[in-house]
């Protein structure tokens, strides 16, 4: 009888997991529109970083990659692990360069590293994979 309540919290993260994966793709899909149509704070902030369109814009097809990746089964734990480096930088520019607010990256830091965590196991999968070559 054991076994019952593990397969409900097993069902359970796998299903949270998931949503979060998707609410985190979808406000990464947002953010990569705002940051191609060049709409503030996104233009502001590139320009004060010192790298303007280009680097907005290659962050842009990262965030839309990363939103994609966390949709692949086999990539979710590799995309949140990048994105957990991703949103590092977007809390260390908003805090030393923009001065906006911390909440945002913060909260999605977070997200993105329980993503990581909980799909640990398919990075070491992947990384297995990729290093038998």
Known sequence: MTTAPHQTTGRAATVTLWVLQIV???????SAMGKFAGTEPAASTFEA?????????????????????????????V???????????AALTEAFVSGGG????LVALVLCAVIAWGRRSSTARLWALVARR
Do not use: H, K
Not at 24 to 30: H, R, T, V
């Open 102 to 105: 911390l909440v945002l990256p």
């Open 79 to 89: 995309a949140g692990l990048a994105f957990v480096g991703l949103t590092v930088c």
């Open 24 to 30: 985190m793709a979808c406000f990464f899909l947002i």
């Open 49 to 77: 970083i010192g790298l303007g369109d280009w680097f907005r814009n290659l962050t842009g097809v990262l965030e839309v990659a990363g939103a994609v990746a966390l949709l692949v089964p086999r990539l979710a734990g």
